[in-house]
Each structure stands twice: as structure tokens, then as C-alpha cells.
């Protein structure tokens, strides 16, 4: 269902970028928004495995439940759902909170191919199925060194992505779930990027890259509503977004090693043509104590709302685009980070990690996960 937050991929994510040999992951997160608003439990396995020093394979699965209620428009007057259509009066509209739980699966496999020269192609493809909203994604990255030292290289990424989504129609331009019947929409979503990494001492790393990204068909949200014609006669209406998006990222990291202690820092630029421009500045640091490795951080993030979004109950009229979802207004947020990992053995490691996200909206997230790896 397309009303959540879609961040189970963060504990998919989060096993995945821990593995450097041949291992198994297996992780558990959870995810709980403030006034019982998202709830996500999130079991995941990763497995990575070298083919002699040329080929590594990793693939993984992940399946998450999510259940809770986002906040959305109704019409109260006479018990009507938050999806049905007619006018109402002006104490009749509320926004409250719409229930939902679905659940979801998503698995992909990757594969890096290493050449003569050392040079690096990696191919991946992935996987995700839900109630109403299916997605498969093919993704290639190559990597070339410019020097025989292999401190300074160059990237290209290419991602492809198509999406079905299953909207339930009581004609072709007004949805209803009451109706029982369906329809069934399609979008797009293609990636380009170019990269550059350079070693500077022996002890640090930048890396820099620049991204494109364009989205086209059916970007709309069918389960969230906005109110028209509030000075006239008020109506619950479909939220309606443009059929196509084409924005640009810059972003840029610095990695710096010391005894025991190492550092990251990153920056990313966002703008696209829905007009939302976002910031975000990632910190972590961490500490090696023995066996025990200590990692903490911070992330800012900063957005500008999208041309068509309001979240006033009396601003839309005849607009074409409009929507009221929090995602697309304006706001900032911060994430405070911590991580733990216990060499048990020599084979096991156990992880944990917390995230605190508070956002000016007054939304705010807790995210832990914890688990195992195994290296074989």
C-alpha cells in the first residue's frame, strides 16, 4: 500500500553494507512512528559469496509488515470513507488518520565481475511485491581505474525501474475502494551517474558523483485525499500529481582512517521539476575497542515543498496538480545514530543498531535493528 513509508529497505540496506567476505546477514528491524502512526517489523537475510578473486555474488530478501494509519481527509458527515467522492460542509471535513497493514517482500541478487585490469562491473537485479503495488529494477554500475596504483577511478551506474500499480476504479479518472473494482496503472523510474574517487594519503578517501534521475506515468498516490472549493461547496478529491519528474543530485563524501578511530562525512544536493530542492549533510564516526566497534552520528536533511502541495484544508480549488502529503511540503529533520559490533568469534559478529528521527512537522521515528553475521 503506497500511504506508508516505504523504509524497510533501510535494514535491507543496513546488512548489505557490512559485508566484505564471504558471510551470511541476518538482521531484525523495527520501525515505530509517533502517535501510532507507522509500525514496521522487518525480518532480512544477505548472503556474500567470493567465486575466487574475480566474481562475488551477493543476494538477499527481505520481508517486512507494516500497519498503523497516515493522516488523510475524510468526511465525517455520514460515516463515508476517506476514498469516497460527494460534497459535504465545512464541519464536515477532518483530517484524521486512515488504517491500513500490508504486507511486503522484496529480494535482490548482485554480481561484481572483476577484469584483467581490475577493473569492476557490477550488475544487479531486484524484486518487491506488495497487495497493490509491484516493482522490478535492473541496475549496472562500472567501475574504471585511471591509474595502475588504483587510487583514482571513475564510475557509471544505470538503473532501470518499472512499477504496476493496482488502483481500485469506479471509472477511469475517480478511485474508490468501495467499489470493488480495480485498475491497473504503470510508471517509471531511470537512473544515470557518473562518479569519481580518489585516494589522497593512506589514510583517506573522497569520492564525488553526480546523478540523474527521471520519472514518468503514474506518480500519483491513490490513497491520499485533499479538500477542493472550500469557500463554495467543499469536496473529498484524489490527491493528483504530474505524470512525469526529472531531477539531479551532487553528492560528495570524505572518509578519513585514523588509529582506531574513522570518520565520514558526506553532502548531498537535490532539485527537481516538481520545484522541491533538498540538503543533506550525513556525519558518523567510529571506534574500535578490542573486539567491540562503537559508531555514532548525525544526519541533517532539509526540503523545500513541492509547487503543488499545500497542506491547508481551504487552499485548492480547480488546480490540475494538488496534494497534501507531508512528504512533499516543506521541512527539516534530523536523525541521531548509534551502532554497536561484537566479534563473538572469529566466524560470528553481532550488530545493533538505533536511529532517533525527529522531523519540524512534528513527526518523529524510533528504528532499531539487530542481528548476526557469519563469515564462512
Same mark, same amino acid.
Given at each position: 500500500?503506497q500511504?506508508?513509508?516505504k523504509l524497510? =529497505? =533501510? %535494514?535491507?540496506? #543496513?546488512?548489505?553494507?557490512?559485508?566484505a567476505?564471504? @558471510?551470511?546477514?541476518?538482521?531484525?528491524?523495527t520501525?515505530?512512528?509517533?502517535?501510532?502512526r507507522v509500525?514496521?517489523?522487518a525480518?532480512a537475510?544477505?548472503i556474500?559469496?567470493? !567465486?575466487?578473486?574475480?566474481?562475488?555474488?551477493t543476494?538477499?530478501?527481505?520481508?517486512?509488515? =507494516?500497519?498503523?494509519a497516515?493522516?488523510?481527509?475524510?468526511?465525517?458527515?455520514s460515516? #463515508? /470513507?476517506?476514498?469516497?467522492?460527494g460534497?459535504?460542509?465545512? %464541519?464536515?471535513?477532518?483530517?484524521?488518520?486512515?488504517?491500513?497493514?500490508?504486507?511486503?517482500? #522484496?529480494?535482490?541478487?548482485?554480481l561484481t565481475?572483476r577484469?584483467?585490469n581490475?577493473?569492476?562491473?557490477?550488475t544487479?537485479? /531486484?524484486y518487491?511485491?506488495? /497487495? $497493490?503495488? &509491484?516493482?522490478?529494477?535492473v541496475?549496472?554500475?562500472?567501475?574504471?581505474?585511471?591509474? *595502475?596504483?588504483?587510487?583514482?577511478?571513475?564510475? !557509471?551506474?544505470l538503473? %532501470?525501474?518499472?512499477?504496476?500499480?493496482?488502483?481500485?476504479?469506479?471509472?477511469?479518472?475517480?478511485?474508490?475502494?468501495?467499489?470493488?473494482? @480495480?485498475?491497473?496503472?504503470?510508471?517509471?523510474?531511470?537512473?544515470?551517474?557518473?562518479?569519481?574517487?580518489?585516494?589522497l594519503?593512506?589514510?583517506?578517501l573522497?569520492?564525488?558523483?553526480?546523478? !540523474?534521475?527521471?520519472?514518468?506515468?503514474?506518480?500519483?498516490n491513490?490513497?491520499?485525499?485533499i479538500?477542493?472549493n472550500?469557500?463554495?461547496?467543499?469536496?473529498?478529491?484524489?490527491?493528483n500529481?504530474?505524470d512525469?519528474?526529472?531531477? &539531479?543530485?551532487?553528492?560528495?563524501k570524505y572518509?578519513?582512517?585514523?588509529?582506531?578511530?574513522?570518520?565520514?562525512i558526506?553532502?548531498k544536493?537535490?532539485? $527537481? $521539476?516538481?520545484?522541491?530542492?533538498?540538503?543533506?549533510?550525513?556525519?558518523?564516526g567510529?571506534?574500535e575497542?578490542g573486539?567491540?566497534?562503537?559508531?555514532?552520528?548525525?544526519?541533517?536533511?532539509?526540503?523545500?515543498? #513541492?509547487?503543488?502541495?499545500?497542506?491547508? =484544508?481551504?487552499y485548492?480549488?480547480?488546480e490540475?496538480?494538488?496534494?497534501?502529503?507531508?512528504?512533499?511540503s516543506?521541512?527539516?529533520?534530523m536523525?541521531?545514530?548509534?551502532?554497536?559490533?561484537? *566479534?563473538?568469534?572469529? @566466524?560470528?559478529n553481532l550488530?545493533?543498531? %538505533?536511529?532517533?528521527y525527529?522531523?519540524?512537522?512534528?513527526?518523529s521515528a524510533t528504528?532499531?535493528?539487530?542481528?548476526?553475521k557469519?563469515?564462512?
Amino acid at each position: 500500500m503506497q500511504l506508508k513509508y516505504k523504509l524497510s =529497505v =533501510v %535494514a535491507f540496506v #543496513a546488512i548489505s553494507s557490512l559485508q566484505a567476505e564471504d @558471510s551470511v546477514s541476518v538482521s531484525f528491524m523495527t520501525y515505530n512512528e509517533n502517535d501510532d502512526r507507522v509500525d514496521i517489523v522487518a525480518p532480512a537475510v544477505s548472503i556474500n559469496k567470493d !567465486f575466487g578473486t574475480d566474481y562475488t555474488l551477493t543476494a538477499g530478501i527481505v520481508s517486512d509488515t =507494516v500497519t498503523g494509519a497516515s493522516p488523510n481527509f475524510v468526511d465525517i458527515s455520514s460515516g #463515508a /470513507s476517506a476514498y469516497s467522492r460527494g460534497n459535504t460542509t465545512k %464541519a464536515n471535513i477532518k483530517e484524521e488518520n486512515t488504517q491500513f497493514k500490508e504486507n511486503r517482500k #522484496a529480494i535482490n541478487i548482485g554480481l561484481t565481475t572483476r577484469f584483467d585490469n581490475r577493473d569492476e562491473l557490477q550488475t544487479g537485479l /531486484s524484486y518487491s511485491t506488495e /497487495s $497493490d503495488f &509491484y516493482s522490478r529494477e535492473v541496475n549496472g554500475n562500472y567501475m574504471h581505474y585511471l591509474d *595502475k596504483n588504483h587510487n583514482r577511478s571513475l564510475s !557509471f551506474g544505470l538503473s %532501470a525501474q518499472k512499477n504496476q500499480i493496482l488502483v481500485y476504479c469506479k471509472n477511469n479518472s475517480e478511485c474508490d475502494t468501495n467499489t470493488g473494482a @480495480s485498475e491497473q496503472f504503470n510508471s517509471s523510474n531511470y537512473k544515470a551517474s557518473i562518479g569519481f574517487s580518489q585516494v589522497l594519503d593512506k589514510s583517506s578517501l573522497i569520492q564525488s558523483s553526480l546523478s !540523474f534521475v527521471s520519472e514518468s506515468g503514474y506518480l500519483t498516490n491513490p490513497y491520499l485525499n485533499i479538500v477542493r472549493n472550500y469557500h463554495t461547496t467543499p469536496q473529498i478529491a484524489n490527491e493528483n500529481r504530474p505524470d512525469s519528474r526529472v531531477g &539531479y543530485g551532487v553528492y560528495t563524501k570524505y572518509l578519513k582512517a585514523f588509529d582506531k578511530f574513522s570518520t565520514n562525512i558526506s553532502y548531498k544536493y537535490y532539485k $527537481d $521539476d516538481w520545484e522541491l530542492d533538498s540538503h543533506t549533510i550525513d556525519t558518523n564516526g567510529y571506534y574500535e575497542m578490542g573486539d567491540l566497534t562503537f559508531g555514532t552520528g548525525v544526519r541533517y536533511y532539509r526540503q523545500t515543498k #513541492a509547487k503543488f502541495y499545500s497542506g491547508d =484544508v481551504d487552499y485548492f480549488t480547480d488546480e490540475r496538480y494538488a496534494s497534501s502529503d507531508e512528504r512533499l511540503s516543506d521541512f527539516d529533520a534530523m536523525t541521531y545514530k548509534v551502532m554497536l559490533d561484537y *566479534k563473538l568469534t572469529k @566466524s560470528i559478529n553481532l550488530n545493533f543498531k %538505533a536511529d532517533y528521527y525527529t522531523q519540524s512537522t512534528e513527526m518523529s521515528a524510533t528504528s532499531l535493528m539487530s542481528g548476526f553475521k557469519y563469515k564462512f
